[in-house]
């Protein structure tokens, strides 16, 4: 009898089971259940009428799909008002729409790079720069997280080379922001380009949710990029490539995922640009984010447990182990409390956690909630209780 060519999958899925590492899809209701400090929904927008009702709008004018690459049938008039929006209020020049935020950080990596050009990309970074450096066939240099100097070094050791430094402008695990003026200067100074993802960045940080870049003085700098995803803080899906006009003319040009994907569907694109004029109209929503954060931060470890003092929505707060993380998200939902797990292999330090979203619309009573639940269902030891006032 000749072998199943899948049996192997059987071997790999024992192999997860033994180590507590299934994963396994769960249906969200349309009415939510839980209070969801799981998604990263970050201003709480994903289902504001203005949002959900560009989508239905765009889709009944457009169609459902995009019908095409961008190149072909696929732009619409607000697929180039998003772009035009986009690149004005982060600060750039031109913005490049594509089918997701993974789409963009591949796009940017691989058409930007060349064989025999250097990538110097951060540990932390998130899986899609990993594979946009992959896919670039570039040399790529892993260097320490958050550490110019080591950036620096590397560019240092390659003078003369093509070379672009890769981050994360705020690390989805932990939750922390990149030394982006460290960066900017080690780049300045080696004549190298910067990609930041400002993935978990627009909307959170700098005036009025501008994004990590504006915060930092380099939005619109001739040697900046920035890749965003449209699935977070606007609430919608996709993602976009915001940089110099030749750099995105290049990207029309040259990225595979934006010639050979089929464009960003038009609802979506409603979407995120009725988002992004919500966060216009409503600059308060970025800094109410950063302090739920600190807000859950404070009142966690006040209580006892380990956390990273967050520096955009994201708070990541450690378990003592994969199996106990598991079980203390469990423990939380059972109670009506979503939040995020994350335990090997999907973490580089091997560290769980688990990870909380600061959702700028939560409300006192909520947050209080929320962390009367992580303490009450904690691992042991069981750190110390505190009344909710004191905020
Ligand atoms: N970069 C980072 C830092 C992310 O967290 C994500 C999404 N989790 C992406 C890129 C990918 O974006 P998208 O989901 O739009 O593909």
């Known amino acids: 009898m000749p072998l199943d060519p899948f049996d192997w999958t059987d071997d790999e899925a024992r192999r997860r089971a033994d180590a507590g590492l299934v994963r396994t899809l769960r249906p969200r209701p349309s009415v939510p259940d839980l209070l969801d400090l799981a998604s990263n929904d970050y201003l709480g927008l994903t289902r504001h009428p203005d949002i959900t009702g560009a989508a239905a709008g765009a889709a009944r004018r457009w169609g459902a799909g995009a019908t095409g690459s961008r190149l072909v049938t696929g732009t619409t008039e607000l697929h180039a008002e998003l772009e035009r929006e986009l690149a004005a209020f982060c600060g750039f020049e031109a913005a490049l729409v594509f089918s997701s935020g993974y789409a963009a950080n591949l796009a940017a990596l691989t058409a930007l790079s060349a064989p025999g050009s250097l990538i110097v990309s951060d540990a932390g970074n998130h899986a899609s720069i990993v594979d946009g450096c992959r896919l670039s066939r570039a040399e790529t240099a892993v260097v320490a997280h958050a550490d110019p100097g080591a950036v620096a070094k590397t560019l240092g050791a390659h003078p003369g080379r093509r070379a672009l430094v890769v981050t994360d402008s705020v690390f989805s695990v932990d939750g922390d922001a990149a030394p982006l003026a460290g960066l900017a200067e080690a780049c300045r100074e080696h004549g190298a380009a910067l990609v930041v993802d400002d993935a978990h960045g627009l909307g959170v940080l700098g005036e009025g949710g501008r994004g990590a870049l504006h915060a930092a003085g380099l939005a619109g700098a001739p040697g900046a990029v920035a890749t965003l995803t449209l699935s977070k803080s606007l609430g919608s899906q996709g993602g976009a490539v915001l940089g110099p006009a030749r750099v995105i003319e290049h990207l029309v040009n040259a990225a595979r995922t934006f010639i050979f994907d089929t464009g960003l569907a038009p609802a979506a694109a409603g979407a995120a640009l009725a988002g992004l004029r919500l966060l216009r109209a409503e600059p308060e929503l970025a800094g109410r984010a950063r302090t739920v954060a600190a807000t859950l931060h404070a009142r966690l470890t006040a209580a006892g447990l380990t956390a990273v003092r967050p520096d955009a929505a994201v708070v990541s707060v450690r378990a003592p182990s994969p199996e106990r993380a598991v079980a203390w998200a469990a423990d ?23 990870r909380l979203t600061a959702r700028a619309d939560l409300t006192e009573s909520q947050i209080d909630w929320a962390v009367d639940t992580i303490l009450r269902t904690a691992p042991e030891p069981a750190p110390v209780s505190r009344p909710a006032s004191g905020m």
């Open 332 to 354: 939380c939902r059972a109670e009506g409390l979503a939040v995020g797990c994350f335990r090997p292999p999907s973490v580089p330090d091997g560290i769980s956690r688990l």
